[in-house]
T-cell receptor
């Protein structure tokens, strides 16, 4: 799976949009971009994933550049409860079942701190 | 989405003893996994818990140290055997959701070995 690069930490003011970048310059055509987050003392939580189109759900938006070499996770109105480590993961295939496709490799992520 | 209950949530154990962590899902899931998160580190996959058969271990993890059971589609256990202080970590159970596109996790077991 392609390697990802994320800033180790970011700050955001409460109520403002949080934009978390992720570089994945070696991504291949069949690799998806996944985002998870881990709030302190909890297990990771799925946020969103996509292949090449921008995606939006109730938690966040995922913007993938046209060349797919980078992406941005957007939390439109950050709250204090969004303070967490955010993981950007790139892996082959959208379905996690079958062969070794179930594996998700977590990097170090970005610690997002939302300040009042 | 499905909910995973994991227990104990934390424990303090003596060197040389074993601890069994239980993971209960509120619905049937096709695949379950066990991860370890050492202090200040990211998650590392220990093994895939296979229903009715031996678990599939990742490189660096062995069955004698981390025996895993999965008797049905909603329950799994991980045992940390013959513990040493280096086993102090958070252990997390996870499952694959019904769409086969995302993992969901338990809240973890914080293990401290003295």
């Amino acid at each position: 799976d392609a390697k990802t690069t994320q800033p180790p930490s970011m700050d955001c003011a409460e109520g403002r949009a949080a934009n978390l970048p992720c570089n994945h310059s070696t991504i291949s055509g069949n690799e998806y971009v996944y985002w998870y987050r881990q709030i302190h003392s909890q297990g990771p939580q799925y946020i969103i994933h996509g292949l090449k189109n921008n995606e939006t759900n109730e938690m966040a938006s995922l913007i993938i550049t046209e060349d797919r070499k980078s992406s941005t996770l957007i939390l439109p109105h950050a709250t204090l409860r969004d303070t967490a480590v955010y993981y950007c993961i790139v892996r082959v295939g959208g379905l996690l079942r079958g062969g070794s496709n179930y594996k998700l490799t977590f990097g170090k992520g970005t610690l997002l701190t939302v300040n009042p | 989405s499905a909910v995973i209950s994991q227990k104990p949530s934390r424990d303090i154990c003596q060197r040389g003893t074993s601890l069994t962590i239980q993971c209960q899902v509120d619905s049937q899931v096709t695949m379950m996994f066990w991860y370890r998160q050492q202090p200040g580190q990211s998650l590392t996959l220990i093994a895939t818990a296979n229903q009715g058969s031996e678990a599939t271990y990742e490189s660096g993890f062995v069955i004698d140290k981390f025996p895993i059971s999965r008797p049905n589609l909603t329950f799994s256990t991980l045992t940390v055997s013959n513990m040493s202080p280096e086993d102090s970590s958070i252990y997390l159970c996870s499952g694959l959701d019904g769409t086969d596109t995302k993992l969901f996790f338990g809240s973890g077991t914080q293990l401290s070995v003295l």
